[in-house]
């Protein structure tokens, strides 16, 4: 590893430390692309209703890391703080005063997992099964 320059380390006292993908940083709430497992946007979060997805992507990856968009009301983000609190999942409110994004919501690793699709479209219901009740008879009989 080379030594820093007194030009480098001026540079970094003055405008910080030197930061990979600035750009997309700012867009995805402080992480990376790569790291992202799943996203909502502004309008999504803002929904009454708890997206399953959210909730069954921090039960498959109890070791992610939940960043909210600080941008929003408190109100719209304290569903999402509860499940995080609830499942044990760090969760970050990330406001950034310069540059607005449309995210509002990122469940992401500490590591690169490249997932192609990380933005839900559309709200689905859970897959389990329901418990059907049986009538008396069906006790009784196998129909």
Do not use: C
């Amino acid at each position: 590893m080379k030594k820093p320059t007194v030009d480098e380390v001026l540079q970094q006292g003055i405008y910080g430390p030197l930061e990979t993908k600035p750009d997309e940083r700012r867009k995805y709430l402080g992480t990376i692309r790569e790291r992202i497992i799943v996203a909502l946007y502004k309008r999504q979060v803002a929904e009454a209703e708890v997206y399953p997805q959210i909730e069954q992507s921090m039960r498959e990856y109890p070791e992610a890391h939940l960043f909210l968009n600080g941008n929003m009301s408190y109100e719209e983000l304290s569903k999402y703080v509860k499940l995080a609190a609830k499942k044990k999942i760090e969760h970050k409110i990330v406001t950034n005063k310069e540059h607005d994004t449309e995210i509002g919501l990122i469940l992401a690793m500490g590591h690169a997992i490249d997932k192609e699709e990380i933005f839900i479209t559309k709200k689905q219901q859970y897959l389990e099964k329901p418990h059907e009740k049986k009538g008396l008879f069906a006790k009784f009989f196998k129909w």
